[in-house]
C-alpha cells in the first residue's frame, strides 16, 4: 500500500490530470518539461510520474505561464508554445484560507477536506491543512496515526506554542497541524481567552506567505473555534449530504454563518457541496433539486457521488486517485477541487 508522498502515476493516469492526450507526454519529455522514471510494475518495467514529478510539471507550467523564475533549469523556459498548447495549468486558488464546514456530523467534511488537499498538492500547490477537530479525522485520512504525540492547535491558541511548531510535514507540497482528543477540550480555556476568535486568523496570517492554500476541517458544531476558522477564512465550503436532515440543517448553517459576517464585520464568500448524491434514490434527486432552487448562488456545480472508492481511500489512507484514477468518486474531486480553487 503505497503512502501519499510514495504515490507515481502511469502515463494515462498522469494525461487524465493534465488534460493532455497520452501521445503528448514524449513530446513533453523531449521538451524538458516532464520527468519520469522507469519502474517495476509486477515483471513489467514501467515508465511512470512520480507524485513530484507530476508537482513539479504543474509548479512549472503555472510560474512559466506567468514569465516567474523556474523551479528547475530545464527546457521549460524555451517551452511557451508548448505551455500555450497544454489543456491545464492551474492558477493560484482564488480563496487562500478555506474550511470545510458543517454544524451537522458525518455529512463527509473530514473526507472532502483530506481528498482536495492531496488533489491540490498533486497539482504543484504548497497546501496547508488544519484539523480542527478532536476526533482527529483529517489527520488519519492524511496517514497520521500517532496524532496524541503531536501538538495541535490547541498548543498554539492556549499555551501560545508557536505555530511553527505545530506543523508537520505528511508528504511533498503538503503540510498538516493535526488534531487529537485534546482538542475536545479546547472550549471553556479559548473562551478566557481575550481576542479567543482572533488568535486563530493571528496564527494562520503568521504562516500564510508560506502557503498557497490553507485548507481546515472543522468539527460539527456552532464552537467557538469553528468560529474563529470563520474569522480567518475566506471561503466556507459548506458539505450537504443530499438527505432531509442534511438539508433541513442547511438553514441554521447559513445564519450561523450570516451572524458570524455580522458580528466581525466581513463578507464571506460561500460554497455548497452536494455530497454522497445517488441518482437512483429519488429523495437524492429531491434534496440536490431543493439545494439548488434555494442556494442557487452557492451551490457548486460539482456534485460528489456516493462512491466506494472514497470509502475505500478513507480505510486506506490515500487519495481516491490512487484506489481508482478512472472512477466516479476521482472524476468528482477532480472537479469539485478545480471549482474551489479557481471559481
Ligand atoms: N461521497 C461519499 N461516498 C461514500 N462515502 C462517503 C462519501 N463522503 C463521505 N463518505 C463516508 O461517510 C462517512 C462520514 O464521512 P466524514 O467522516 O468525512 O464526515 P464528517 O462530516 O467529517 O463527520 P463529523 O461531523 O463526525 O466530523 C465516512 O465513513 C466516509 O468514508
Ligand atoms: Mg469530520
Known sequence: MASFRDLCFTPAEFATAAKISRDQISLLENEGLLKTVRRKVGNVDRKMIT?????AYFRNL?????????ETPT????????????GFSPELPK???????????????????????MRAS????????????????????????????????????????????????????LD??????????????????????????????????????IVADT??????LNGSMLVASDLVNVVCATNPLSFHGM?????????????????LEVKIIPNMYDNREVISQEVLGELRAQFSENCTRAVVNRSADLNEATKRRTTVFDVNAKGSGSTDIQAMTEELLFN
Open 95 to 117: 480563496h487562500k484560507v478555506q474550511m470545510f464546514y458543517n454544524v451537522k456530523g458525518g455529512t463527509g467534511k473530514s473526507t472532502l477536506t483530506a481528498q482536495y488537499v
Open 51 to 55: 507524485l513530484e514529478d507530476m508537482q
Open 219 to 224: 468539527n460539527p458544531a456552532a464552537s467557538i
Open 251 to 267: 438553514s441554521l448553517v447559513m445564519t450561523t454563518i450570516e451572524q458570524m459576517e455580522r458580528e466581525f464585520r466581513k463578507q
Open 62 to 70: 503555472r510560474i512559466g505561464r506567468h514569465g516567474d523564475r523556474m
Open 122 to 173: 498533486m497539482l504543484g500547490l504548497n497546501v496547508l491543512a488544519i484539523d480542527l477537530d478532536g476526533q482527529g479525522h483529517l489527520s488519519v485520512n492524511l496517514d497520521v496515526l500517532d496524532a496524541h504525540e503531536h501538538a495541535t492547535i490547541y498548543d498554539v491558541l492556549i499555551n501560545d506554542l508557536p505555530i511553527e511548531n505545530a506543523i508537520m510535514n505528511v508528504g511533498p507540497g
Open 176 to 213: 498538516l497541524i493535526p488534531a487529537n482528543l485534546g482538542l475536545c477540550n479546547i472550549e471553556i480555556p479559548l473562551n478566557n481567552k481575550t481576542r479567543r476568535e482572533y488568535r486563530l486568523s493571528e496564527a494562520v496570517a503568521r504562516v500564510a506567505e508560506h502557503y498557497d492554500l
Open 75 to 86: 527546457g521549460a523556459e524555451a517551452a511557451g508554445p508548448v505551455i500555450n498548447k497544454l
